[in-house]
């Protein structure tokens, strides 16, 4: 079965350009969540979908948005990237908004904005 | 959501028992508690989670304690393979995973 797929693998940006990272959680899986994880820190929320609602928002400024599309894959975009930007982005899934469940998290998208 | 507190690191000889600790003294009644793991460059994986029982499963232990205010994950025979951080993360309601610096450990040979 195939895991929680993120692409690009790796991406390398200017300042100021746009990106948008992309997401297949384990088929079946409903709730799409974002992490952004700089070097040496853990993970830090950025959002949560569930059947294409947000329903949760971390401390990232407006230019950070996402989406969840209707066959429940998700896209993160980033605009004016700056090169605190810098970092892995996770994309980690589950099958129901709930806490009796763990996620699965995919390898991530190594960002870097030079 | 409580914030919880891990050791920076740990040593474990392989074939022994890693005890992680995790103080979570200012856990509520509702919230979990999960662990994770993140080998170099993956993303984190998902090992156990409780609420008031010991749990355990294929690839470990928690204990918690009676007050919940701590908790140990324990890998009961540690190989080389789980040389990883172990993040200790508590969670309510908002299903937003905070996580700490967590703990690195290193299995040794």
């Known amino acids: 079965d195939a895991g929680v797929t993120q692409s690009p693998t790796h991406l390398i940006k200017t300042r100021g350009q746009q990106v948008t990272l992309r997401c297949s959680p384990i088929s079946g899986h409903k709730s799409v969540s974002w992490y952004q994880q700089v070097l040496g820190q853990g993970p830090q929320f950025i959002f949560q979908y569930y059947e294409k609602e947000e329903r949760g928002r971390g401390n990232f400024p407006d230019r950070f948005s996402a989406r969840q599309f209707p066959n429940y894959s998700s896209e993160l975009n980033v605009n004016a990237l700056l090169l605190g930007d810098s970092a892995l982005y996770l994309c980690?899934?589950?099958?129901?908004?709930?806490?009796?469940?763990?996620?699965?998290f995919g390898s991530g998208t190594r960002l870097t904005v030079v | 959501d409580a914030k919880t507190t891990q050791p920076t690191s740990m040593d474990c000889a392989e074939g022994r028992a890693a005890n992680l600790p995790c103080n979570h003294s200012?856990?509520?009644?509702?919230?979990?508690v999960y662990w994770y793991r993140q080998i170099h460059s993956q993303g984190p994986q998902y090992i156990i989670h409780?609420?008031?029982n010991n749990e355990t499963n294929e690839m470990a232990s928690l204990i918690i304690t009676e007050d919940r205010k701590s908790s140990t994950l324990i890998l009961p025979h540690a190989t080389l393979r789980d040389t990883a951080v172990y993040y200790c993360i508590v969670l309510s309601g908002t299903y937003k995973y905070i996580f700490g610096t967590g703990t690195r450990l290193k299995v040794l040979a």
């Open positions: 409780g609420l008031k």
């Open positions: 200012t856990i509520s009644g509702n919230e979990y």
């Open positions: 980690a899934s589950s099958l129901v908004l709930g806490l009796d469940y763990g996620y699965t």
